[in-house]
């Protein structure tokens, strides 16, 4: 816990008012904790994708603001995410990415786990030969499952366990986007990529949210896709974003397109929208493809993205897949001087938070808000117990 907890009064006014979050929020290790608990592990948090486990009996370890978590397809072919311990001393189960082809050991003791979490072996856990005690219950000890959920192949999780169920915490994302509630195909290995930022990962989804900075940040994007051409997407406490009225696909030199959605509105010919679902997802769709960024925080001042895209065809052509991968990457990597710059920014002392344009940062200032708000009631929430 903070011992001097920041003034976020002003944060919380109207735009034409309002300032942004203290420099403390991007620099401070303890208010980074604090926001972990409040923003990221109490809620629906982005973790991985369910392409990272494409088989059964894959398994990939990872870590999610300093828990150790393992991300795994189980016998059944469901996608499951587990702490990464065993039950017996702690140990970590598994080190690298690999498949699981019997049970997953622990390397100390080899207490083994089934794919779906139960404990099915204590060897000499009873003595010598003997791989049974009254007092180890078995049905009692298998892994700790954490909660998660897949929508839009995203693997989101709810560390804490005591949000509401992930279909009605985003209902209002889930129906405004219910056109493309259709299977997702991963592209590939050629098809994601990581970027390592050294930013504050709320840095990301500010900048992100937001066209004001299309102009002179993404000119070869604003060439064609301008910035009067894009509007603001604000769901308060929810998701904020921006969509473009004008969205040009992707051409091969033969005339070779990307197959679109099924059934889509006529709006979407041209159309295409980029929300940042609260807290660390960034979601992107169009007629013929669509994209995920999962932010994970790796300490107060560093942030890897992890991006992904999806078509609605399992089988798309391979260089056009590689063309709109290299795209996308170009884009997100223009994006980069400019939150390590905002990053290096708050050390400046006489900064304030900064002030928003009413017209143009709704959604970058919605996202601040609904920080503050989350804090608040988790002060609140603390200081009660």
């Not at 816990?1 to 944060?11: C, G, I, R």
């Not at 300032?19 to 303890?30: E, S």
């Not at 839009?152 to 804490?160: C, L």
């Not at 308060?236 to 696909?249: A, D, E, I, M």
Request: proline share 6%.
């Amino acid at each position: 816990m903070v011992s001097k907890p920041t003034d976020l009064t002003a944060v919380r006014q109207n735009i034409e008012a309002a300032l942004g979050l203290p420099n403390a929020h991007y620099t401070d290790p303890a208010l980074h904790t604090e926001e972990a608990q409040a923003l990221l592990l109490d809620g629906w948090a982005g973790l991985a994708v369910a392409a990272d486990v494409p088989e059964p009996g894959d398994a990939v370890p990872l870590e999610f603001m300093g828990i150790p978590l393992l991300l795994l397809r189980d016998r059944s072919g469901d996608v499951r995410v587990f702490q990464n311990i065993c039950r017996h001393r702690g140990m970590i189960l598994v080190e690298e990415p690999r498949k699981i082809e019997g049970a997953i050991r622990c390397p100390y003791h080899s207490w083994c786990y089934s794919t779906d979490g139960r404990l099915v072996a204590t060897p000499h856990v009873g003595g010598p030969g003997q791989n049974a005690h009254d007092a180890v219950n078995r049905s009692e000890l298998g892994l700790i499952e954490v909660r998660s959920h897949i929508w839009r192949e995203v693997v989101w999780i709810n560390v804490s366990g005591t949000a509401p169920a992930f279909e009605d915490a985003n209902a209002k994302l889930i129906e405004r986007w219910a056109e493309f509630d259709q299977p997702l195909y991963h592209g590939g290995s050629d098809s994601k990529f990581r970027l390592d930022v050294n930013c504050n990962w709320k840095l990301a989804v500010e900048n992100y949210c937001e066209s004001y900075h299309l102009p002179w940040v993404h000119p070869g994007l604003n060439s064609y896709s301008r910035l009067e051409d894009h509007y603001n997407i604000q769901e308060p406490g929810l998701f904020s974003g921006q969509g473009t009225l004008v969205y040009r696909q992707l051409t091969g030199k033969d005339g070779t397109v990307f197959p679109d959605f099924n059934d889509l509105n006529a709006k979407w010919d041209t159309a295409a929208e980029y929300i940042a679902a609260f807290p660390n997802v960034l979601l992107g769709v169009h007629r013929d493809h669509a994209f995920a960024i999962i932010l994970r925080p790796e300490a107060q001042n560093k942030t890897s993205e992890h991006i992904h895209l999806f078509y609605a065809v399992p089988n798309t052509d391979a260089e056009l897949r590689r063309r709109n991968s290299e795209q996308w990457k170009v884009v997100f990597e223009e994006d980069v001087f400019v939150v390590e710059g905002m990053q290096r920014g708050r050390a400046a002392p006489g900064f304030d938070g900064g002030h928003f344009s009413p017209a143009m940062d709704g959604p970058t200032h919605l996202f601040h808000d609904w920080v503050a708000q989350r804090l608040l009631a988790h002060r609140t929430k603390m200081a009660a117990e």
